[in-house]
């Protein structure tokens, strides 16, 4: 169980373009979703949690407005990375918790998806 | 001082030895402990999680936590080169957000 997927698994675009990334818990609810980026041989960093109909709470020095996310339902999350540049371009990774049946503690990682901007 | 401390490696072992990853942290608050495997260019996957001190085994797999000296352990027996990855410790306090606090990995290497 505790199946967490993302899609696309890799993707390239063109600088100044937007990307939609997904994020699917499939045979749970995911009531917190959490968005990381790790670079090569670097620990996740968390850009942002979100809560099933709630705005995402972004960290410090995420611009949520380039990053737009949205957890329109306890399955799906969307991370949308808009104008892309090339300093974007990373590994891009979701995780999920479903916090009552967890008591809030284990969290489940998506495969993850490495953008490209070019 | 960075919250979660875990030496990047690599570690190079050969198949069957024991192997022992470590993670310092300096917030005491912490209550909750867990493991991460991470496999090139794929997402963390939760191996194994324990609360407060104390040990917890599961296969070739034991975690450990010393609470006193801020320290915890995962030890994995027999190794094989299946298990060549990247660990990540990751540890959260109780109560509130719960958003772990995460190392930056040890990479292990297993050889023939």
């Known amino acids: 169980g505790a199946v967490v997927s993302q899609h696309p698994s890799r993707v390239i675009c063109k600088s100044g373009t937007s990307v939609k990334i997904e994020c699917r818990s499939l045979?749970?609810?995911?009531?917190?979703m959490f968005w990381y980026r790790q670079f090569p041989k670097q620990s996740l960093m968390l850009m942002a949690t979100s809560n099933e109909g709630s705005k995402a709470t972004y960290e410090q020095g995420v611009e949520k407005d380039k990053f737009l996310i949205n957890h329109a339902s306890l399955t799906l999350s969307t991370l949308t990375v808009t104008s892309a540049h090339p300093e974007d371009s990373s590994f891009y990774i979701c995780?999920?918790?479903?916090?009552?049946?967890?008591?809030?503690?284990?969290?489940?990682f998506g495969p993850g998806t490495r953008l490209t901007v070019t | 001082q960075k919250e979660v401390e875990q030496d990047p490696g690599p570690l190079s072992v050969p198949e069957g030895a024991i192997v022992s990853l470590n993670c310092t942290y300096s917030n005491s608050a912490f209550q909750y402990f867990m493991w991460y495997r991470q496999y090139s260019r794929k997402g963390p996957e939760l191996l194994m999680y324990?609360?407060?001190?104390g040990n917890k085994e599961d296969g070739r797999f034991t975690a450990q936590v010393d609470k006193s000296s801020k320290y915890i352990s995962l030890f994995i027996r027999d190794s094989q080169p299946s298990d060549s990855a990247t660990y990540l410790c990751?540890?959260?306090?109780?109560?509130?957000?719960?958003?772990?606090?995460f190392g930056r990995g040890t990479s292990l290497i297993v050889h023939p």
């Open positions: 045979d749970f609810q995911a009531t917190t």
């Open positions: 995780s999920a918790r479903d916090d009552i049946a967890s008591g809030g503690t284990e969290q489940y």
């Open positions: 990751a540890m959260t306090i109780t109560g509130g957000s719960y958003i772990p606090t």
């Open positions: 324990t609360y407060s001190s």
